[in-house]
């Protein structure tokens, strides 16, 4: 259950619980199915691509997103244009009965110097990978 629609990952919850169409730079975080880097790269990839993405997550993942935004802030890569937070119920199969859960959405824009920082990490990439050849 890794991908719901291209460039969407599932975190358990494949319900949209706004009712709107799944969008395409849209992540739901998960702090069990993927380690953190890989929401970090997949959010850059996003950024190249869409110019925004929307990190979403439900309960403890929320910890695992703030950790991804705050690296891609931190590295200057990204801005935050909007944090919302909601709760929401979700059926528990073992107790049999709607349980609420926490739910965060951080929306992050391209910062202004992303295209030069990419751009200046893919070139040491390229120049480390020429050394160990």
Known sequence: MA????GEQSNGDHANHTGEPPRRNRIQVSNTKKPLFFYVNL???FLQQYEEVELSALGMAIATMVTVVEI?????????KKISTSTIEIGDE???RPVQKAKMEIILR???QFDEL????????????ELHE
């Open 3 to 6: 991908a719901a629609t291209q």
């Open 43 to 45: 959010a850059k990839r």
């Open 72 to 80: 891609l802030k931190n590295n200057g890569l990204a801005l935050e």
């Open 94 to 96: 073992f107790r049999g």
């Open 110 to 112: 391209k910062s202004a």
């Open 118 to 129: 990419m751009a200046s990490a893919a070139t040491e990439e390229n120049g480390s990978a």
